[in-house]
């Protein structure tokens, strides 16, 4: 794709963006605030050296929280940047790091839309000493122009799924020079970078999945047994976890039959409204988290998991748990924190953004994957009766997450001598 194609389409989106921003924010106001920076209009002061993480959303700004926290420890004499798309991700980077934001050790801002003027002005404003792209995001002019300026960027915990390769490629020289001007590739796993290489990138290295070395809040386990305690010490929890549009219909479709209570946990918070709208259509008695306040009935089905900031407290209290974005052909969704937290996972057919990881899990028997959605009814019931091959698959799990830590000592070390030039 010539340059001047993607940019006539960066200039429609930012032509577009307020209607987006206003349509998103009927339903999550938070999308009509900061608008100015969504063009590369800040106001952050800067005092310090800017170390800059770009994490798009909820998924990745989790994932990072190791690495920002060793960046915070290893230089502490900058500021670090981290910029978000969603106003989720700007929310979880907020509780993550609550007291590093109030002391102005950590900015907070959305990165602007990918024209050349608004990733100009941002990276004017900022001046950052590095800038650190987190799994699979590629603006080509914010990239361009940080070389313009001479500002090492680095793609790092990159993953490229073979469909994503095959879209990126498409984009012939643009993909090619865009990863040719990036100081750094640490890709995931052998298998991306090799695609990342194929698609231009020089000398990628293998530094692992960032996401194994999150570590869960230390109070999670005790307000998971706290939690258990109302869901019900002697039922069978099934966790469905970061479920997606259609999904939830698959789930309790599924659970029919059972004596299962199903904690639901919908990805995005704005579909909490429709997902309750879905189980009063069905007639099933359920309760919100947010008004559970003492021990459920035996007849409750579902617990809607409607609060934010609790998926490892959801783990914790449940036996087993279903990845979302897995049942329907939507890539899946991280299945590391269900593993860090013991709790073995059932995945869908359809975890190709995952790929890897889901291999691996299930090598280790820390999760079981269906060939097909209609399975789902019987490996949910074969785990509720079995309790010993769920404890065996717990201890599975935590083994399996330890295995695989290390990923960020590995990317500190790969980006230091970039922050020496």
């Given amino acids: 794709m010539p340059t001047f194609v993607y940019s006539l389409l960066m200039y429609a989106v930012a032509l577009l963006l307020p209607l987006k921003l206003f349509w998103r924010g009927l339903k999550q106001p938070e999308y009509r605030q900061h608008v100015g920076e969504r063009y590369g209009f800040y106001t952050q002061p800067v005092h310090a050296p800017v170390i800059w993480v770009h994490c798009v959303s909820v998924g990745e700004t989790r994932a990072t929280q190791p690495l920002i926290l060793a960046l915070l420890a290893h230089y502490p004499s900058h500021q670090i940047l981290i910029t978000h798309g969603t106003p989720t991700g700007r929310d979880t980077s907020s509780q993550l790091f609550k007291q590093e934001i109030a002391s102005g050790r950590v900015l907070q801002a959305y990165l602007p839309v990918d024209t050349p003027g608004a990733v100009k002005r941002f990276l ?35 993953r490229l799924s073979a469909k994503s390769a095959t879209g990126y490629a498409k984009l012939g020289s643009l993909t090619r020079t865009g990863l040719q001007q990036l100081s750094l590739v640490a890709a995931q796993t052998a298998a991306d970078a090799e695609r990342l290489q194929a698609l231009g990138a020089q000398h990628p290295i293998i530094c692992g999945n960032l996401k194994f070395d999150v570590t869960p809040p230390a109070d999670s386990a005790a307000k998971g047994v706290e939690l258990r305690q109302l869901l019900g010490k002697d039922r069978t929890v099934l966790m469905a976890a970061s479920t997606r549009e259609g999904e939830e219909s698959l789930i309790l479709d599924a659970v029919q039959g059972t004596d299962v209570l199903t904690l639901l946990v919908p990805r ?38 409607n609060s ?35 709790v073995p996972t059932i995945l869908g057919p359809h975890m190709f953004n995952f790929a890897q990881v889901t291999q691996a899990a299930v090598i280790a028997d820390a999760a079981v994957q269906l060939g097909d959605v209609a399975e789902l009814h019987n490996m949910i019931a074969t785990l509720a009766a079995d309790r010993s091959k769920v404890q065996t698959m717990a201890q599975a799990a935590k ?23």
């Fill in 124 to 158: 004017t404003h900022f001046n950052p000493a590095l800038g650190l792209l987190m799994e699979t995001e590629l603006w080509f002019h914010l990239i361009n122009q940080a070389t313009r300026l001479q500002i090492p960027m680095a793609l790092l915990s990159a």
């Fill in 399 to 421: 083994g399996f997450t330890l295995q695989h830590r290390g990923a960020t000592e590995r990317l500190m070390a790969a980006i230091e001598p970039l922050l020496k030039r």
């Fill in 268 to 305: 995005h918070p704005q579909r909490f409204a429709e997902v309750e709208s879905l189980l009063k259509a069905r007639g099933l008695r359920f309760v919100l988290r947010t008004e559970l306040a003492q021990t459920l009935n035996a007849d409750v089905q579902v617990v809607l998991g």
């Fill in 308 to 342: 934010m900031g609790e998926m490892y407290t959801y783990y914790a209290a449940s036996d087993f748990a279903v990845i979302g974005g897995s049942l329907q052909p939507l890539g899946g969704q991280n299945l590391i924190e269900a593993a860090a937290m013991g």
